[in-house]
């Protein structure tokens, strides 16, 4: 059994997502947020609900050889910028379909990444292709950003204790795909809380701790320190369902829940242990954050 950190990347294809119906492990989940100069379909915002209770969250853009580089990055930041706290990576995509592949294309997917990772210097910016595209055209200008590489074995299943073929003169992987949706394996993306019959899956070339450090989220994710609250402050609900408990910790009988975008008034915040609980008007207690995950916020 791999002790490496499990994850899924999914996009309109994957029909749904909701983690709570996952009967597999998911420790972290990739969305495809654009494609070239349109932002993602409206299945983005309805799967966002079940991605945003993934502890450790990316977004990617299909990048297009046809439009501007530059366009296509402002057109992926505005869609993933509106919450700075929904992701923690972010993915160029370099494909060949309906793309035309070339040195410039290259040139292009660095300056997209170049572009936003100066634009959101906190987050960290991956480079995705597949071994035979990085080596004939993505070592150009490609090589310096972690790989997240899609590499696939027919046989046997469970490649995710295997590494990745690597292409010439490369030999780190920071993400290796090793199941592709469309042609292996159907029927497992129900094991993953998606709609579809296929599902891609991803590992990240370490354990879950190794990629939270990679990705620098217990620093980014320590609660602030929050004054008495003098007056009710009005928290929204931004997970799909949230427990309302008599006291402030899990230790504590579950009275009721919430739904996804629930407001409640909050009259006291307490950090405990690096998270975050806030009390209601009644008295019970809900958790804002809890392990590095967003379960509300202020509004």
Known sequence: MTNRAQGIDISHWDVSFDPQKATKQIDFVIIKASDGLYSSQPVYSKMMAGVRQIPIRGAYHYLRSGYD???QADVFLEKVEKDKKDFHLYVCDFESINNT???AFSMHANLWMEYVQKEVPTKRVVFYTNRNLYTLWGWRYCSKWPLWIAQYYNWPFGTENRNPAMPSGRTDW????FQCERNQFPGQSRSYGCGARFIDLDVYNGTVADMRAWLRLDEATTPPVVPPVD????????VSSLRVRAGPGTNFDVVHGLAFGARV???????????QWAKLGEGNWIAMLYKGL?????V
């Open 69 to 71: 580089w530059k366009r």
């Open 101 to 103: 592949m070339s040195i």
């Open 174 to 177: 920071s993400i290796y795909q």
């Open 231 to 238: 007056k009710p402050k009005v928290a929204q609900v931004m």
């Open 265 to 275: 008034k909050v009259y006291e915040v307490k950090n405990i242990a690096g998270d």
């Open 294 to 298: 967003r379960l509300a916020e202020f």
